[in-house]
């Protein structure tokens, strides 16, 4: 029921509109916040729900994009058997 009231930055929808892999861009380092993260990566775990972490110092260029979009390949297959075409 936690995890209800918890949103993710982002969502790439694999087999539905809820089912899929959830982004984070975590981005500050107050206490309260860095309490907030461990415990939202904690309900990702425990709920067995892939996710992707980018952090806000990560170099925001053509490799950290490849390297993104190969992440949520391989989750998308790991946790759902396959990786949807996307549209462009």
């Given at each position: 029921?936690?995890?209800?009231?918890?949103?993710?930055?982002?969502?790439?929808?694999?087999?539905?509109?809820?089912?899929?892999?959830?982004?984070?861009?975590?981005?500050m380092n107050?206490?309260?916040?860095?309490?907030?993260?461990?415990?939202?990566e904690e309900?990702?775990?425990?709920?067995?729900?892939?996710?992707?972490?980018?952090?806000?110092?990560?170099?925001?260029?053509?490799?950290?994009?490849?390297?993104?979009?190969?992440?949520?390949?391989?989750?998308?297959?790991?946790?759902?058997?396959?990786?949807?075409?996307?549209?462009?």
């Open positions: 029921l936690d995890f209800i009231r918890k949103k993710c930055d982002w969502l790439i929808p694999i087999t539905g509109p809820t089912k899929g892999i959830y982004i984070e861009y975590w981005g107050t206490e309260k916040y860095l309490k907030d993260r461990k415990e939202k309900l990702y775990k425990q709920n067995n729900i892939p996710y992707v972490g980018i952090e806000k110092d990560d170099p925001k260029d053509s490799t950290f994009i490849y390297t993104l979009i190969q992440d949520l390949k391989r989750k998308a297959k790991e946790y759902f058997g396959f990786m949807p075409e996307w549209k462009k």
